[in-house]
């Protein structure tokens, strides 16, 4: 069955950085793209952008270009988000998700809970 | 970027009541494929989101069909024939027509 594993919950400092991983299993890695999105109290669910899961391309939203840098290890079948520069702001649960044709999430990670605190 | 709106913000029913949310797009989600990429989705408490319905109407395949999908370019409906236990959390739409993908600001569906 398709799985979506991501790491465990991120305590980080101001203008520090974290990466967090979603490892898929169940599929075939490289056949589907990988989104992230944030959720927040104030600001409900947010894209950030997706990566091609065979080549390594991305696509951001301009919102989180400069934030946030999406990788994969095909290897391993790991898909990663570094959030860089941290503040407040950026405390929230990032889930991973499974892209399918265009538009559509059919899996979704069980999320990370990344907190920004000094 | 498109802007999706829910309403109502949440719904208190009791179980075997009908329930319907509404979602409007600031932007026709007809896409250059003839294809509408509106799909819903449902978190229950202390869980991840879960799938629901794509491209409008299409129920994927675990979903109870008391739940059915409609509408087009920019007014889209989810409906419940019958509210179950199961059914509390918050329902969301989001569109992936336009990048980057949105989302609307979720409706909580509470138990009377």
């Known amino acids: 069955q398709v799985q979506l594993q991501q790491s465990g919950a991120e305590l980080a400092k101001p203008g520090s950085s974290v990466k967090i991983s979603c490892k898929a299993s169940g599929y075939t890695f490289t056949s589907y793209y990988i989104s992230w999105i944030k959720q927040t109290t104030g600001q409900g669910l947010e894209y950030i952008g997706y990566i091609n899961t065979g080549s390594g391309g991305t696509n951001y939203n301009e919102k989180f270009k400069g934030k946030a840098t999406l990788t994969v290890d095909k290897s391993s079948s790991t898909a990663f988000m570094q959030l860089s520069s941290l503040t407040p702001d950026d405390s929230a649960v990032y889930y991973c998700a499974r892209l399918i044709g265009r538009g559509t999430h059919d899996y979704w990670g069980q999320g990370v809970m990344v907190t920004v605190s000094s | 970027d498109v802007v999706m709106t829910q309403t109502p913000v949440s719904l208190s029913l009791a179980i075997g009541q009908p329930a319907s949310i509404s979602c409007k797009s600031s932007?026709?989600?007809?896409?250059?494929?003839?294809?509408?990429?509106l799909n819903w989705i449902l978190q229950r408490p202390g869980q991840s989101p879960k799938r629901l319905i794509y491209?409008?109407?299409k129920l994927y395949s675990e979903v109870p069909d008391r739940f059915s999908g409609s509408g087009s370019e920019t007014e889209f409906t989810l409906k419940i024939s019958r509210v179950e236990a199961e059914d509390l959390g918050v329902y969301y739409c989001?569109?992936?027509?336009?990048?980057?993908?949105?989302f609307g600001a979720g409706t909580k569906l509470e138990l009377k």
């Open positions: 491209q409008v109407s």
């Open positions: 989001w569109q992936g027509t336009h990048f980057p993908y949105t």
């Open positions: 932007q026709s989600l007809l896409g250059t494929s003839g294809k509408t990429f």
